[in-house]
Every structure is written in C-alpha cells, then in structure tokens.
C-alpha cells in the first residue's frame, strides 16, 4: 500500500487487469477510472486502485472503507459520486454486479455528466455478459467527452466482437488503433480479428 501513496486523484484512468496478449478470448476490458478522495474515502479509493491493476486481489474485506466511508463521512456531492463509484470498480472485480451496478447509478445520478461512470458501469456491463449495455455505456462516455478516447473504442470494439458485429468491431479497433498507434493490445485484436475474417 505504500507505494500507492500518491494518487492521482479526480478521473485518474488506470488498467482494469493485466492484459495477456491472447486477444479477446482473455476477456480483459481496459479500464476502471477511478476518482480520489479523503480517509475512508481515500481507502477505498487505493482499494480500486489495487484490483483495477489485478482483479484477483478484490477481497469482500476491501468494501469495508467504502461502506464506512458512504455510511459515516460527509462528503460533497463529487467526492460521494466518487465513492459509489470506486466501491462499484471493487464489486464489479469481485463479480458482484449488482451491487456494481446500484452504485454506478447512484454516481451517476449525483454527477450525470461524469463519462468516466459510465466507463465503469459498461466494465460491469461487460463482465457480465451484456454487451449490448456496454455498447451503450462506452458510448455515452464518448458523447460525453471522455479523455481517453482510444480505450473507450478498444472496449467497444471488444463488446461489438463478442456481439458478432464483425465490421463495427473492426471499425472500433482501427479507431482505438489511429489514436494510439503503439498500443500493442490494440494491434493484436485488431490482427486476430483479420485473421478470423481470413478463415
């Protein structure tokens, strides 16, 4: 936990898991964003940061800050949409959808304008299969102007791939690809799915 002292605090975007260049059989996503904050707050904050970097490190042990911190500490309205959201980077890592989602809503309903939930609650839409609602969250976070356009295509291009929509995973992928063109991950899911089509 120490070498996580300094944080990067509002919309810090960090990898959600390890990427293992096997293309998107692997299921990996690219990102959780996560926001800062104080104490509790703050320890749910390094909480998400932990099992953005590595799913296999969540623990149910790992909500009790963020539990306290949304039950006990007053917060402005940013730095309680804050919370919500990194305890639902937490319960989406621990395959709690669910409760992921009840609290990416709530996020959203005290910042609606905040791309980066919708980032996290299409993660969630993901990792439980409905790719249909992930499309739909990447997307709005796009319309909604988030910073890191080219993960936000790589994940589109991934539900689109797992949908069967061949073209507009493509499509997505050679956007992810045009703006960060030595991102490694992009270029092998775009050649696997070349290769696919070649078949």
Do not use: W
């Not at 904050?37 to 909480?47: I, P, S, V």
């Amino acid at each position: 936990m120490k070498n996580l002292s300094k944080l990067a605090y509002l919309f810090g975007v960090l990898p959600f898991v390890t990427y293992a260049q096997c293309g998107v059989e692997c299921d990996p996503i690219t990102n959780a964003v996560l926001f800062g904050g104080d104490n509790y707050a703050r320890d749910c904050y390094l909480n998400s940061q932990i099992v953005s970097q590595d799913t296999e490190l969540a623990m149910y042990g790992m909500l009790k800050p963020c539990d306290i911190a949304l039950e006990f500490v007053q917060m402005n309205k940013s730095n309680r949409a804050a919370t919500h959201t990194n305890r639902g980077v937490v319960r989406t890592a621990l395959g709690y959808y669910e409760g992921a989602f009840y609290d990416f809503n709530v996020g959203m309903t005290l910042l609606p304008e905040a791309a980066q939930i919708f980032v996290n609650r299409g993660n969630a839409f993901y990792y439980s299969e409905n790719y249909q609602m992930a499309i739909e969250d990447y997307s709005r976070s796009l319309e909604l102007g988030f910073a890191d356009f080219a993960d936000v295509y790589l994940n589109l291009g991934k539900s689109y791939e797992r949908i069967g929509n061949i073209d507009l995973a493509e499509r997505n992928y050679r956007q992810a690809a045009e703006l960060s063109p030595n991102q490694a991950k992009t270029q092998d899911l775009l050649q696997g799915l070349m290769s696919q089509e070649d078949l």
